[in-house]
């Protein structure tokens, strides 16, 4: 508990790795939708 800030550091950083990595996940389900969709125009 004595070291806050560090905690808090690592905190921010983990939240900042959820967010990029869920955005990344949305973008890859919307790539492989768009795929799908194209395949079957195909």
């Keep these: 508990m004595q070291k806050l800030s560090i905690a808090d550091v690592d905190n921010k950083n983990i939240v900042e790795n959820l967010s990029t990595g869920f955005f990344k996940t949305l973008l890859l389900i919307?790539?492989?939708k768009k795929?799908?969709?194209?395949?079957?125009l195909k």
């Design 30 to 32: 919307m790539l492989s």
């Design 35 to 40: 795929r799908k969709k194209y395949s079957l």
